[in-house]
């Protein structure tokens, strides 16, 4: 099973980051607005970005870039990890995008791809979400997720099954 591929529409690109690519994925998440809702909302300084970085390009699925093809431009990143065989279920995201893409169909893109990707592989995705991300929380709702635990973390998790997923509302992608 292979989760380390690219994957794009007619908007956007993902592609996997490489270890070379930091500063250039620092540019853009350096912006606090992007992460006031996120239980680690001072990952927009480097020491902090630095640990998230790391951990993507060590990551056994690594780490994605996100590009807008129409403006050949960096505009967030994210990653499958943790997966597991006996549930046939991976988790999806450390998803962020650059404020200018709030509200747009951007999110959604994103994760149609993987998730689409995904589940030629498994049954369950997961979301681990800041508690007080909500808007994070409604994206995954948008996507069929249901909620389903707390973590120790100050994190709650949702489920998104195949079903779940093909029975939900999507946006018009225009």
Not at 118 to 138: Q, T
Request: proline content about 2%.
């Amino acid at each position: 099973m292979d989760f380390k591929v690219n994957f794009e529409d007619d908007r956007i690109q993902i592609k996997l980051l490489q270890q070379e690519e930091f500063n250039d994925l620092y540019a853009i998440a350096k912006d606090p607005k992007i992460w006031e809702q996120h239980p680690e909302n001072d990952r927009w300084k480097k020491e902090k970005f630095s640990i998230f970085f790391k951990n993507g390009i060590e990551n056994e699925f690594g780490i994605y870039k996100i590009i807008d093809k129409k403006k050949n431009r960096l505009i967030g990143s994210s990653r499958f990890y943790s997966f597991d065989q006996r549930d046939k279920a991976i988790r999806l995201g450390f998803t962020f995008i650059i404020t200018e893409y709030w509200g747009t169909t951007i999110n959604f893109r994103i994760k149609k791809l993987m998730i689409d990707h995904a589940f030629k592989h498994v049954d369950k995705i997961y979301f681990d979400i800041g508690e007080n991300n909500f808007r994070s929380r409604r994206a995954v709702e948008k996507l069929g997720a249901n909620f389903c635990d707390f973590s120790a973390e100050g994190m709650v998790v949702y489920k998104l099954d195949k079903l779940g997923f093909l029975q939900s509302e999507k946006p018009v992608l225009s």
